[in-house]
């Protein structure tokens, strides 16, 4: 037993040092400075578990790739476009109150509203759709499709539109197809299961997953199910909405289990998929939660928990991650991404993922105005005239360049309310009065 502990001691000794110069034990138990910066990155780079909050002055050194202007006269899709991603659009910028209906509605507006035809398209909790034609300054239609025993229930209406047509699902389980112009149910479905995700429309196909996680390819001319993928479904149902993008054949879809698939829209086979929850426990709080997610250039850009996920769209390979999130869809431009995430707005080079700068908005606006730094809430991001548009919930809007620097800050005219939009240079959301508001 002696010759076992001499042995130990041995070992442990001939193992371990003393020596300062090791930089293994110091004086005052610390590691050298150059281990220690060596091991502050080393943390930086390896650990995504903790929640970012560094200020990031801009890399002078990078050029931001311009953005060609669009000037935008449709909004048919409540992320704007298939692949969830918005452009550089063209804005007059006067902040003029140029247009204020009447009430639409005395009940309360769901967020997004559509743009066709010159027509505001929105819905209520009441299940009303409202069509309301800006050239003749009144509403056209309000129409209701839910009988009388459904009265009582709140829903929720998520809404597309292709040729005339405005495809409809909602907390209930129906699904229905609507001619807004004559006025006119093309056909209606009732599968019972609430749909919670946004609509896709792709080759004569509707695209959208209900709660449980199904995802469903529909045929939009009767609304006969083509094909249904089930995928991994949570005990806890929260707020999170299932996330459709298109690109091209593909649809990529987030379920609220935190599963990311990637399908082939024609034979609707499931190409790759993966799981972005690093805990697998889902419970009330750690239930799973991302905002859009967005491709572009065979990427996918996913801001899912306190992490945001760049992905291959081929291959469904990781990138890189970052250990931030975004509280409001992201910007995806040509070599740069804007987030806002923990009050930073954070600019991040696509190929390489560095961070080009990172700025506390706070801060920013306080140092403008001049004022005791307080907590702002945001609603909305847009690029606008190469200016990243800011919407507060308080109506006000934080303009700054792209290379970060405040540029201005202004109020809009009326309280906003509905998710704003760009149509014909202008900004066109529904006020806290349920009016259809347009500020050019």
Not at 6 to 28: H, Q, V
Not at 306 to 311: P, R, T
Not at 341 to 366: C, M, P, R, W
């Amino acid at each position: 037993m002696k010759l076992f502990y001499f042995l130990i001691t041995l070992i442990f000794l001939n193992n371990c040092s003393f020596d300062n110069k090791s930089g293994i034990w110091n004086n005052d138990n610390k590691l050298d400075e150059k281990d220690d910066k060596i091991f502050k990155e080393f943390k930086s780079i390896s650990s995504t578990n903790e929640k970012f909050y560094q200020i990031v002055n801009l890399d002078k050194e990078f050029e931001f790739e311009k953005q060609n202007l669009i000037k935008n006269f449709e909004w048919k899709d409540i992320f704007y476009g298939k692949n969830n991603n918005l452009g550089n659009f063209k804005y007059n910028n006067n902040n003029q109150l140029i247009f204020k209906s009447k009430k639409l509605t005395k009940h309360k507006i769901n967020e997004h509203i559509l743009f066709d035809k010159n027509n505001i398209i929105a819905s209520d909790i009441k299940g009303n759709l409202i069509i309301f034609s800006i050239n003749k300054n009144k509403q056209i239609s309000k129409f209701n499709f839910y009988q009388k025993k459904f009265k009582k229930i709140k829903k929720n209406l998520n809404l597309i539109i292709e040729n005339n047509t405005v495809y409809i699902s909602d907390n209930l389980g129906f699904i229905y197809a609507f001619d807004y112009l004559s006025n006119k149910v093309l056909w209606a479905k009732n599968y019972k299961i609430p749909f919670s995700s946004n609509i896709k429309i792709s080759k004569n196909k509707l695209i959208l997953a209900n709660q449980n996680n199904t995802l469903f390819f529909i045929n939009k001319k009767n609304g006969e199910i083509l094909k249904s993928i089930p995928t991994e479904e949570t005990t806890i149902k929260n707020n999170f909405m299932n996330n459709l993008a298109v690109d091209g054949d593909n649809v990529i879809f987030l379920n609220t289990y935190g599963s990311l698939y990637a399908l082939n829209i024609t034979n609707m086979q499931i190409k790759w998929f993966i799981n972005l929850n690093e805990s697998l426990n889902i419970n009330p709080s750690n239930l799973f939660i991302s905002n859009q997610l967005i491709i572009r250039d065979n990427r996918v850009y996913v801001p899912a928990n306190s992490n945001l996920y760049v992905l291959d769209l081929s291959f469904g390979t990781n990138i890189y991650k970052k250990n931030f999130s975004s509280i409001v869809r992201p910007i995806v431009l040509t070599n740069v991404f804007y987030t806002i995430d923990n009050n930073l707005l954070i600019a991040t080079e696509i190929n390489s993922g560095k961070i080009v700068f990172s700025y506390d908005i706070n801060q920013k606006i306080s140092e403008r105005l001049k004022i005791k730094k307080k907590k702002v809430q945001f609603k909305s991001v847009m690029l606008l005239n190469d200016k990243i548009f800011i919407f507060l919930k308080n109506s006000y809007i934080v303009k700054f360049k792209i290379n970060g620097e405040i540029y201005e800050i202004t109020k809009l005219p009326q309280k906003i309310n509905s998710q704003p939009i760009i149509i014909d240079n202008s900004i066109i959301f529904l006020d806290k009065s349920n009016r259809v508001s347009i500020v050019d």
